[in-house]
């Protein structure tokens, strides 16, 4: 995997844990929507401490967008990167990954899980594509929501929140369940999109296997556990 060398040049918080970095665009540097990389910070010693992320901008942009939540508590990378000034080089790989749209569908989402669906629902709306596709975005609490405003401009009534740890008025509490999928999906004859962590995306494949859905329609990544890092090594 060819890596390149990219510059922070923007990073603000979007909410209590989730930080966006915006970073200078490779020449030539191409990706699709939902597809990620990987990120290292380029300084000597860290260049090896590499850790997945997911475009949230779109490939015509001049610059690249990621979302990070950070990781406050222990020396792990987002913290790292939380720290880094503007101007700051990291190294980041070519961009890989195929969870990418099949045509309309239920995106189905818990925390940095929402990551590759704001670049997917960003390109379809540019496209004039996007009134077929709901969103069910998940989070413990309505303080957990990044981009609220634009997912909202972006889907209008067909963007649904969960909150699991929360009475929010207006909002749904408590957990998604099949009850809930029969509510909210008005049309299980789609796409399903699902990303977030492990148990996540496992309990709601299971939900909507019961529900009656094709295996092949549904379209999964789980996010944070289990990561297999690729052997890349730094240029010398
Ligand atoms: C394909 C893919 C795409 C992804 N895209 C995104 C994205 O766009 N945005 C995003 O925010 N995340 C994304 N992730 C998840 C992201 O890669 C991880 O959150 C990130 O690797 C965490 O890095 P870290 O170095 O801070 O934590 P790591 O050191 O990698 O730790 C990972 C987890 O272990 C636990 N942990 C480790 N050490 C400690 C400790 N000392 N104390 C307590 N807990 C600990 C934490 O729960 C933490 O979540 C993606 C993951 C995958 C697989």
Redesign the pocket.
């Known amino acids: 995997m060819n890596k390149h060398v990219v510059s922070i040049v923007d990073s603000h918080y979007l909410n209590k844990d989730?930080k966006q970095f915006v970073l200078t665009k490779p020449k030539g540097y191409k990706f699709i929507p939902g597809q990620?990389v990987y990120v290292s910070i380029n300084t000597q010693g860290q260049q090896n401490?590499i850790?997945?992320?997911?475009?949230?901008g779109l490939n015509n942009w001049d610059t690249l967008e990621?979302?990070?939540?950070?990781?406050s508590?222990?020396?792990?990378?987002?913290?790292?990167?939380d720290k880094l000034p503007v101007g700051s080089e990291l190294l980041i790989t070519d961009a890989w990954?195929t969870?990418s749209y099949k045509g309309d569908g239920v995106f189905i989402a818990a925390?940095?899980g929402i990551?590759?669906f704001i670049a997917i629902l960003r390109d379809l709306k540019e496209k004039n594509q996007i009134s077929g596709d709901t969103l069910i975005y998940s989070n413990q609490m309505k303080d957990d929501v990044i981009m609220e405003n634009e997912l909202s401009y972006l889907l209008g009534p067909n963007l649904h929140f969960v909150f699991t740890r929360q009475n929010v008025i207006g909002f749904r509490e408590n957990r998604i369940d099949e009850i809930y999928l029969k509510e909210t999906i008005k049309n299980f004859n789609q796409h399903f999109y699902v990303c977030g962590p492990a148990e996540f995306v496992q309990n709601i494949i299971s939900m909507l296997s019961n529900l009656g859905i094709e295996p092949q329609t549904i379209i999964f990544?789980?996010?944070?556990?289990?990561?297999k890092l690729p052997d890349v090594k730094p240029k010398t």
Do not use: Q, V
């Open positions: 989730f990620s401490d850790r997945p992320f997911t475009f949230t990621l979302i990070i939540k950070i990781h508590g222990y020396d792990g990378l987002t913290n790292k990167l990954g969870f925390g940095s990551t590759p990544e789980k996010k944070g556990t289990g990561i």
